[in-house]
């Protein structure tokens, strides 16, 4: 896959709850186009509900649609499972990256690439990377909230990404996104003069 693919790409990456979404459409406002690598997981996933259907049990699908969240439950606590779906669902997320990449890169401007797993699976040659940080007590706090877990719950789901702090060693730009909304903005904006 060559590197001109991506040239004015910007992988997007951090870790659960740490306000990737958030920044994306925060990004978005500000007239960057963005790619969402777990939006395509999502349509990806109903599109081959019957594999996951006869890869895991029929229980985890309902009228064509996969149960995400009784399907996480058997991911994020079982290795075997979590490599099964990734080796159905990684090539065809990634054929979608490069499709909608083909198109941006048209523009010849920058654009991002929003990868929960940039670091830990490296599969597309972006050479540019923004890593969204929270401190991972934060980031258990904001993860417990919105998905309305118990602190092991949230624990184990962050366990299974890298650690935040070694993504933010690893990332060539950070945006701090520990305290609020509007401290956000300004972070983006900052980003944004610095892309530009």
Known sequence: ???DLFKNAIALTGGISTGKSTTCNLLKLHGFLTID?????????????HK???MFGEQYVENGKVLRKELGKIIFSNEENKLKLEALLHPLIKDEIIKESRVFEMQNKPYFVDIPLFFEKMHYPI????VVY???????????????ISEEEAKLKISNQWDIEKKKELADMVIDNSKNLKHLQAE???IIEQII
């Open 188 to 190: 983006v904006e900052r």
């Open 1 to 3: 896959m060559s590197i």
């Open 134 to 148: 929270t401190p991972s007590d934060i980031q258990v706090q904001r993860l417990m909230q919105r998905d309305n």
């Open 37 to 49: 690598a777990d939006k395509i997981a999502h349509k990806l996933l109903d599109e081959n509900s």
């Open 52 to 54: 996951i259907a006869s």
């Open 127 to 130: 050479p540019r990377s923004l």
